[in-house]
């Protein structure tokens, strides 16, 4: 599974969506069920899947599949 199928399927459970649902542009804004408590579940679920931790201003800015694909990004390469 790639690092896109990965996010989907953690913000999905999150969301209790569909992980077809979630689609690389996907944000916070457009996804209702997206709220802040679910977004510190999905940053946590995100942080033990790929085994590093986010900052506090790192996890204000994930408000994307975008973001965090990004940020996952940064992360492995560092």
Known sequence: MDTLEEI???IAANLGVLPTSIHFESNT???AEWDST?????VMDIEQKFGF???LEEIAGLDSVQKIMRAIEKKVAS
């Open 53 to 55: 931790k986010f900052g």
């Open 8 to 10: 989907q399927k953690i």
């Open 29 to 31: 804004s457009e996804l």
């Open 38 to 42: 679910r977004h510190l579940l999905i």
